[in-house]
């Protein structure tokens, strides 16, 4: 589906995948991929260490405790964020391998803005060189999977990873397609190639 045209919260945007996992377990919907950008919020998975948030009482946005794996990123503007809603019963009930599609499709996308984004062996993620470019942190309930990845398009979403330790690694730093492409990328540029490259690898409809 094309990026969705307003910014909305990370709340609003978890009932949304709720509802589609819902209707996928019903038999009353197919696999959905959301793609959005939200307004600006932290989001950490359930850990009992939620050390990579720093001083919680210190960030300039809203800290929202989530049920996806992994530990603390940021989303806002001129990031996109993408969520698969996928129905893994038919695709092997693997998450490592439902992980790594992820990693593949967003380092198509970014071949197509002429960026040699890769994998990083320990690591979840797209990288370029030693920078993170893209996060992802995914959750399934009942082999139907949500949450997803975060990508940075515009030097916008940049600044306020300094607040945190960007998905717990120490020292990472950050970066963005438009920084990494050097010309100007909107996100709903980004977004149309991301879509494209789901629907060709997934082989969506």
Not at 14 to 38: C, F, K, P, S, Y
Request: net charge negative; glycine share 10%.
């Amino acid at each position: 589906m094309p990026l969705i045209s307003r910014k909305i919260s990370y709340d609003e945007g978890l009932a949304m995948q709720q509802a589609a996992v819902d209707a996928l377990l019903a038999g009353q919907g197919g696999e959905v991929l959301l793609l959005l950008e939200h307004e600006p919020v932290y989001t950490i998975g359930r850990l009992r260490d939620q050390s990579s948030l720093q001083d919680a009482s210190a960030l300039p946005h809203v800290a929202v405790e989530t049920n996806r794996g992994g530990k603390a990123t940021y989303h806002g503007p001129g990031q996109l964020v993408g969520y698969p809603i996928f129905d893994l019963r038919n695709r092997g009930q693997d998450l490592h391998a439902h992980l790594r599609m992820i990693e593949e499709v967003l380092i198509r996308s970014c071949r197509d803005f002429g960026i040699a984004a890769e994998q990083r062996e320990g690591f979840t993620g797209v990288w370029v060189g030693g920078k993170k470019l893209a996060s992802i942190g995914v959750g399934v309930r009942k082999w139907i999977s949500m949450h997803g990845f975060a990508i940075n398009v515009t030097r916008e979403c940049l600044a306020a990873f300094a607040f945190i330790t960007p998905c717990g690694i120490d020292g990472v730093e950050m970066t963005c397609v438009a920084d990494e492409a050097r010309r100007d990328v909107t996100v709903e540029d980004f977004a149309a190639v991301v879509e494209r490259n789901f629907q060709t690898f997934m082989n969506l409809s």
